[in-house]
């Protein structure tokens, strides 16, 4: 399905990213993943040519908007195009109610999640736009859909990615890109790990029992949703904000 196409996912070395990449790689795409550590970066890509697919690695952070014009420049140069920008780099930041929420956190949570995501979409559309064909997917939440108690910054950022997507979507619509957002539901992944270790089993457990289906999601779960918003199977929809929660938003 992506035989030949490039596609580029930033926070690519874990979580719902990483199960994409390999998703991708069964599909014959080649793979630039940028995300912050060498070393994870590194054994990704070998474990990805052992599958058989063409792989690259950039360690960039996405707030910083040279280090995400050097990904675009190294993947060009690389691969010679890019067909799909997968951007899941994200962090949930703490857990605290509105009034004790650190501003320094709030700040941190936006920078990542929208500033990042905002930077990665700026440099790859004007290349979308001289070939005028590209498909983004962004993840945003059902956090981006709804609100999320404790977590202001993570849900605030998530309803940014929301808006940042339908308005792009409206934007590039006529110029053969489309801009989709996933919105998923806890999905287990280091992201989700992370929470647990820090938080008591009693809260974990609460947000496992909210979800109807009574479970966590998959990464590969996501991966489905990911690559069929990002392939021709989807080629009317833009725009669209596409919920994975075991029913969660339907309770
Ligand atoms: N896991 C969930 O329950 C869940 C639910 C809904 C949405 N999401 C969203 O899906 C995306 C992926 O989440 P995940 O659960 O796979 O998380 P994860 O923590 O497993 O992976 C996130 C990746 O992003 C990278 N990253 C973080 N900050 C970065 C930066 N500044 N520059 C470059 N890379 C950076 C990390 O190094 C990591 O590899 C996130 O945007 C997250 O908000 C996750």
Same mark, same amino acid.
């Given at each position: 399905?992506?035989?030949?196409?490039?596609v580029?996912?930033?926070?690519?070395c874990s979580?719902?990213?990483?199960?994409?990449?390999?998703?991708f790689?069964?599909?014959?795409?080649k793979?630039?993943?940028?995300d912050l550590?060498?070393?994870?970066?590194?054994?990704l890509?070998e474990e990805l040519?052992?599958?058989?697919?063409?792989?690259a690695?950039?360690?960039?952070?996405?707030?910083?908007?040279?280090?995400v014009?050097?990904?675009?420049?190294?993947?060009?140069?690389k691969f010679?195009g890019?067909?799909?920008?997968?951007?899941?780099?994200?962090?949930?930041?703490?857990?605290?109610?509105?009034?004790?929420?650190?501003?320094?956190e709030?700040?941190?949570?936006?920078?990542?999640?929208?500033?990042?995501?905002?930077n990665c979409?700026q440099?790859?559309?004007?290349?979308?736009?001289t070939?005028?064909?590209?498909?983004i997917?962004?993840?945003?939440?059902?956090?981006?859909?709804?609100g999320? +108690?404790?977590h202001?910054g %993570? *849900? &605030? =950022?998530k309803?940014?990615?929301?808006?940042?997507?339908? $308005?792009?979507? #409206?934007?590039?619509?006529?110029?053969?890109?489309?801009i989709?957002?996933i919105c998923?539901?806890?999905?287990?992944?280091?992201?989700?790990e992370?929470?647990?270790l820090?938080?008591d089993t009693?809260y974990?457990d609460?947000?496992?029992n909210?979800?109807p289906?009574?479970?966590?999601?998959?990464?590969?779960?996501? +991966?489905?949703?990911?690559? %069929? *918003? &990002? =392939?021709?199977?989807s080629s009317?929809?833009t725009?669209? $904000?596409?919920? #994975?929660?075991?029913?969660?938003m339907?309770?």
């Amino acid at each position: 399905m992506f035989q030949n196409q490039v596609v580029i996912i930033t926070g690519g070395c874990s979580g719902i990213g990483k199960a994409a990449a390999f998703r991708f790689a069964k599909e014959g795409a080649k793979l630039f993943i940028a995300d912050l550590s060498e070393k994870a970066g590194d054994e990704l890509v070998e474990e990805l040519e052992k599958m058989g697919a063409e792989a690259a690695f950039a360690r960039i952070d996405v707030t910083d908007a040279e280090d995400v014009e050097r990904m675009v420049k190294d993947c060009l140069q690389k691969f010679g195009g890019i067909d799909v920008l997968v951007n899941s780099a994200g962090i949930i930041g703490p857990r605290a109610r509105t009034e004790r929420y650190p501003l320094d956190e709030f700040r941190k949570v936006m920078e990542v999640n929208v500033v990042g995501l905002f930077n990665c979409m700026q440099e790859v559309l004007p290349h979308f736009l001289t070939k005028k064909s590209g498909s983004i997917v962004n993840l945003a939440s059902v956090a981006g859909l709804g609100g999320f +108690a404790s977590h202001v910054g %993570y *849900a &605030a =950022s998530k309803h940014a990615v929301v808006g940042i997507t339908r $308005t792009a979507a #409206l934007e590039y619509a006529k110029h053969g890109i489309r801009i989709n957002a996933i919105c998923p539901a806890f999905t287990m992944t280091p992201m989700l790990e992370s929470a647990m270790l820090h938080d008591d089993t009693n809260y974990l457990d609460a947000l496992q029992n909210a979800i109807p289906m009574k479970r966590f999601g998959q990464p590969e779960e996501i +991966a489905e949703a990911i690559v %069929y *918003a &990002a =392939s021709a199977s989807s080629s009317f929809m833009t725009g669209h $904000t596409l919920v #994975l929660d075991g029913g969660l938003m339907t309770s």
